[in-house]
């Protein structure tokens, strides 16, 4: 049995499939997976040692898409005065090192801070002092911080968990034989933020352009045809 090919529709069918087919690829790329970050932080200012404060942190919202990765740096800064005073009766050299080290917590299961080591330190320098002189240093300043790249899977969303920074403040001396009296004034403030690397998932919603291209598969079908039947 012999089967007639009429060209006329193989044509029609070939311009249907090749058009129908690029529309198609528009369509896939229009959906496409695209790469986005999300941020969150918060910020403590400088207040009186000894502190302890809590900032809240958003965990990653999982229906937005696929977290890639997570970077969470935590921060401290502060300033601190130190005040000197010779008591021996004689000229006394010394040196004052203040230190406020920052020490971490976390509400977030699995998250482990306590290894983070995070000093300030307000160094005097060496300087001396006359019997019963004193002498003020200060404000000095120093700022630290620490970027850690925890497991992206610790942060699986949504929700919140929190952060706690808390100070331990002092002075060592060095020189002066144990005749120097030293006071501080300190504050201390802290922060953290976390940024959310990660792929959005989108919706394969068509665009125009891929609406007009199947408009255009449709209306070239439709003309073969008319032409055919004449």
């Not at 403590?44 to 970077?71: H, Q």
């Not at 120093?142 to 610790?154: F, H």
């Not at 030293?182 to 933020?193: D, I, K, M, P």
């Not at 940024?195 to 255009?216: C, F, I, N, S, W």
Request: hydrophobic share 40%; charged share 10%.
């Amino acid at each position: 049995m012999y089967f007639l090919t009429d060209p006329l529709l193989t044509e029609t069918h070939q311009v249907k499939r090749t058009l129908l087919a690029a529309a198609l690829a528009g369509l896939a790329f229009a959906g496409s997976a695209s790469a986005a970050t999300l941020t969150d932080s918060f910020d403590f200012p400088n207040s009186t040692t000894e502190i302890n404060n809590t900032g809240t942190l958003d965990l990653f919202d999982s229906s937005l898409g696929t977290l890639n990765s997570v970077t969470l740096t935590l921060f401290g800064g502060g300033e601190m005065t130190i005040s000197l005073t010779n008591t021996a009766a004689q000229d006394q050299t010394t040196r004052a090192t203040g230190q406020v080290d920052m020490l971490w917590s976390t509400s977030l299961a699995g998250l482990d801070l306590s290894s983070v080591l995070m000093g300030l330190v307000f160094p005097t320098g060496n300087t001396t002092l006359a019997p019963n002189q004193t002498q003020s240093f200060g404000p000095l300043v120093d700022v630290a911080s620490e970027i850690l790249n925890p497991a992206a899977g610790l942060f699986a969303g949504p929700g919140t968990f929190t952060i706690t920074c808390e100070s331990l403040s002092g002075i060592g001396l060095v020189g002066g034989g144990g005749n120097i009296d030293s006071t501080q004034t300190t504050v201390a403030g802290c922060g953290a933020e976390i940024v959310y690397d990660y792929t959005a998932r989108t919706t394969q919603v068509p665009e125009p352009a891929m609406l007009a291209l199947l408009g255009v598969a449709a209306v070239s079908a439709s003309r073969l045809a008319r032409r055919k039947s004449a």
